[in-house]
């Protein structure tokens, strides 16, 4: 059952990832739509490709925490020349229903002018803190396993079930903690990175109008500083279940990115997990004890 844990929590864990890619690749796409000019005299829908060429590896130069992404015009990557083009039939899906997909491994976005596809943002799912070295729930594992065999030795029985309970204790808790960290790594690095683009865009495209950056942060909030204070903040700052970050979009014009911390809603995993953890060991301890041999 311990596996089984463990195993449980890589699910809302890797889900935190995959909804960081998806929300990057929706950022990076409305980024490149506003900042891009049309072509001059282009007929049809489409950007100017060498305005768009440089737009997407200027992108590289921002420091955004999630680097790994690829821009496609029509099915040519712009940003890297040696990698995977976009298959004609994954261009022909974005057309026919224009939302974030996923192919390869990677979200795909489609890259629209005046709604129709012309191109996509592909970006690679991220690897969060919670996934490196196995995560915190990794070692609850082995302190669980550690526990578990302690709880094994000649023990009276209410003792040996104290143990096997503190081993699914530690397992759940750890493994909890995983998935709650994982949700507010990704939501912070969205914030933070929806705010540097928002910022670039607007230096790019002379705009300081919120409604003009606001598919930028598709699922924010994004409004005037409604302090003084609010507007000297620097960094991510927490209120309640919000993540916030200012945005400096001008001298003097101080706007704040605001986005639903995604934290607190994983409140439902800690049951789940707890129950999974205590599961195993206390069925282990349910059994040595029956195993006891009776006093005669």
């Known amino acids: 059952m311990g596996l089984v844990t463990y195993g449980v929590s890589r699910v809302p864990v890797t889900a935190a990832g995959r909804a960081l890619a998806e929300r990057t690749a929706a950022s990076i796409a409305a980024y490149l739509a506003l900042t891009t000019p049309r072509p001059l005299h282009g007929v049809g829908p489409g950007y100017d490709l060498p305005r768009l060429l440089i737009r997407a590896r200027g992108l590289e130069s921002l420091p955004r925490s999630v680097a790994r992404f690829e821009v496609y015009h029509g099915t040519a990557p712009l940003v890297a020349a040696t990698a995977r083009p976009l298959a004609p039939s994954e261009l022909a899906a974005l057309r026919d ?20 596809v012309v191109g996509a943002v592909a970006v690679a799912r991220p690897r969060l803190a919670a996934e490196r070295w196995g995560g915190l729930g990794l070692w609850g594992l082995v302190l669980a396993l550690a526990l578990a065999y302690a709880a094994s030795r000649p023990r009276a029985p209410k003792t040996r079930l104290g143990w096997y309970a503190l081993a699914g204790l530690a397992l759940g808790v750890t493994s ?19 705010a540097v683009l928002i910022g670039d865009a607007a230096r790019l495209a002379h705009t300081r109008a919120p409604d003009r950056l606001a598919p930028l942060a598709a699922g924010a909030r994004l409004a005037r500083a409604d302090s003084p204070a609010a507007a000297r903040e620097d960094g991510l700052t927490r209120s309640h279940d919000t993540v916030r970050v200012a945005v400096r979009l001008g001298p003097g014009r101080r706007y704040v990115l605001s986005a639903q911390d995604a934290g607190p809603g994983t409140a439902a995993w800690l049951f789940l997990l707890l129950a999974c953890g205590f599961a195993g060991p206390l069925t282990l301890g349910a059994a040595a004890a029956r195993s006891e041999p009776s006093p005669s």
């Open 97 to 116: 229903t224009p939302v974030v997909s996923w192919s390869h491994g990677v979200a795909v976005a489609p890259l629209e002018d005046d709604g129709t």
């Open 176 to 194: 909890y903690v995983d998935v709650r960290r994982a949700a507010r790594e990704a939501t912070d690095r969205w914030v933070l990175d929806t």
